[in-house]
């Protein structure tokens, strides 16, 4: 299974951005989808996840109400609509997919993508 982020970009506070990924090499019907991001000096903390069947969604209560996460089942694609960016939201984004929802567990990470709000 391969990922591949994109759509990062330099952007100012409240402006959007996109972030996509790619995903290829696997059968994606039975997969949950997430996205991650890693600020300088942090963590990689959740952002939002997505069944690939179903299309149901979580979001984390940080960007909860203004990204939004989606997906393309005919182009094995899935996104990140990220609205009303914040100087907080500066990290680099990565994708990841994995099993088990609610509570997945992700096996196959993506090189990130970098986001970088300036204030």
């Known amino acids: 299974v391969q990922l591949q982020a994109s759509g990062g970009g330099l952007v100012q506070a409240g402006d959007s951005l996109r972030l996509s990924c790619a995903t290829s090499g696997g059968t994606f019907g039975s997969y949950i989808m997430g996205w991650f991001r890693q600020a300088p000096g942090k963590e990689r903390e959740f952002v939002a996840a997505?069944?690939?069947?179903?299309?149901?969604?979580d979001v984390d209560e940080t960007v909860k109400g203004r990204f939004i996460v989606s997906r393309d089942n005919a182009k094995n694609m899935m996104y990140l609509q990220m609205n009303r960016l914040k100087a907080e939201d500066t990290g680099v984004y990565y994708c990841?997919?994995?099993?088990?929802?609610?509570?997945?567990?992700?096996?196959?990470w993506g090189q990130g993508t970098l986001v970088t709000v300036s204030s």
């Open positions: 997505i069944r690939w069947s179903g299309g149901d969604t």
């Open positions: 990841a997919a994995g099993y088990g929802w609610p509570s997945p567990m992700y096996y196959y």
